[in-house]
């Protein structure tokens, strides 16, 4: 029985076709980051659009560490493409964290799978963490964007905005879920999911 709880070649393959799924469809969304009013509404933006990709990733989901490694590889795209190092340690964090709701569901339970990937997308604030402890290193490596649009940005992410950003990233990951299982029906009940 132990045997059937290691991640096997088949479910590291669906862990990286769902990864770089997610990371092309999240570059193409985060595109709407160039104008400074859509910044914050990304954590609104991301969760919701990218839910019904990750319904069925979670259809795929009966092993421990699966999530977790999904969101440790977000966090390094993310880090990569110049989001810092913070993304890494939030993917990690919140990876595990979704990973430990989905495992207590036994992979079967649709209302963990919904309260996991909300979790999961938490992971998203760490974009914007050095916004609130080093606005000026942050804004340091954005002075090709222009001073409009630095101080536009900077007016609109006050220190206010973190717990609101966190909260909008968890509610609106369950939003997302919620409409991926719906459109997801089908692959839901295949998958032995209630």
Known sequence: MKNNQKLKGKDLINIGIYSA?????????SMLGYIPIMMPMLTVIVP??????MMLFYTKVKKFGMITIMATIVGIYLCVTG???WPILFGVVFGFLADLIAKSGSYASGKKSILSYGTFCVLLFGNYLPLYIDREGYFSTRQSFGAEY??????????????V??????VCGMLGALLGKALLKKHFVKAGIV
Request: charged fraction near 0%.
């Open 21 to 29: 799924i997610y990371c092309v469809l999240m570059t193409c969304i």
């Open 165 to 170: 950003l966190i909260v909008a990233a968890f």
């Open 150 to 163: 630095i101080n536009t940005l900077g007016n609109i992410m006050q220190p206010w905005t973190a717990p």
């Open 83 to 85: 989001m810092g190092f």
């Open 48 to 53: 919701i659009i990218l839910g019904v990709p």
